[in-house]
């Protein structure tokens, strides 16, 4: 017996964790929408799916739940869901949420992909040499890495639960040409390119320019601890371990529920354990340990398992 049952208990963490981010100013609607489809295989990106199911529902639903749990930050929407629903922007039913509908209840959704007439970029420098998964990816992308630094070419790096300025300052980079690749989730389709404030767009637009000229689809982000991806997924991997860790459902049930429940691609504890539980911890202590907000404490659930190295799955 608890607020929200269990699937829309469990369903909290994909929407508002995207609230959060746009509340932030990192991406638009769209681009979220976007890298939680191509990148993480969700049928429907968050916003998509607050204006079907309708935000006049799901920001009350939101605050049932938020109240019943004694305003727990993990649980926690953002002002801009409560804004749509003051001002009437239910999504579908009126034809405008988070995005707009034509009389058919086709959405008009803004552009999620950068564009840029720059020429591709041919060097980059990798920020840690050592990252050998990185290194792989751009050299498929035709890129020529080089762990030489000439003081001009754009440094990648691919972080974990770390923003561009924070990784800048720990390792002493130039912020102005460091640029950050999300490489979790699927990169088949689509890629995360992150900025630091004060960059040099002329770098930043050479390097999506070769990241379209191998194929890929680009969404560009302002600076932003776990990009989009890593963000949402550790949100929603560690709503399902507390559930576990407060006995809503066994883990088994849990997963059930959210994928048959709410069509996801793979259920939360599943989720935590492809990630790897290690990965998620990091993502949510780097999270909560630069935002200084309580919402990223990580479940003890999730944390015992990953300090054990078992599955989410585990019972107790």
């Not at 909290?12 to 976007?34: C, H, K, M, N």
């Not at 800048?168 to 390119?193: E, M, P, S």
Request: proline fraction near 5%; hydrophobic fraction near 45%.
């Amino acid at each position: 017996d608890c607020p929200g049952f269990l699937v829309n208990l469990g369903g909290r963490a994909y929407t508002q964790e995207a609230l959060r981010i746009v509340s932030e100013g990192v991406a638009t609607p769209a681009q979220v929408d976007a890298v939680m489809r191509d990148n993480w295989g969700f049928k429907m990106g968050p916003f998509e799916l607050m204006d079907l199911t309708g935000i006049d529902v799901n920001f009350p639903v939101s605050q049932i739940i938020h109240e019943g749990y004694f305003y727990d930050r993990r649980l926690a929407t953002a002002p801009l869901h409560q804004l749509l629903k003051e001002s009437g922007q239910f999504g579908r039913k009126t034809r405008q949420g988070f995005f707009a509908y034509d009389e058919a209840g086709k959405g008009v959704v803004p552009p999620a992909d950068a564009t840029t007439a720059a020429a591709p970029a041919g060097r980059v420098v990798l920020a840690d040499a050592d990252d050998e998964a990185l290194g792989e990816l751009l050299r498929s992308l035709g890129l020529e890495v080089s762990g030489f630094d000439d003081g001009d070419s754009a440094i990648l790096c691919a972080p974990l639960g770390e923003d561009c300025s924070t990784y800048a300052a720990r390792l002493k980079l130039d912020h102005r040409r460091l640029f950050a690749l999300d490489i979790a989730g699927k990169l088949d389709k689509r890629l995360t390119l992150m900025r630091a404030p004060g960059a040099r767009r002329d770098l930043f637009d050479a390097v999506v320019a070769r990241l379209h000229a191998a194929g890929r689809a680009v969404v560009t982000i302002h600076d932003s601890p776990g990009f989009i991806g890593q963000r949402i997924a550790a949100m929603v991997a560690n709503l399902g371990c507390e559930m576990a860790q407060i006995r809503v459902a066994t883990p088994a049930d849990i997963d059930k529920a959210m994928t048959l429940g709410l069509n996801y691609p793979f259920g939360p504890l599943a989720l935590a354990d492809a990630m790897g539980l290690e990965t998620v911890h990091t993502v949510l202590t780097q999270l909560q340990d630069i935002t200084g907000d309580d919402r990223y404490r990580p479940s003890l659930w999730l944390r015992r398992r990953a300090l054990l190295g078992l599955s989410a799955l585990t019972e107790d």
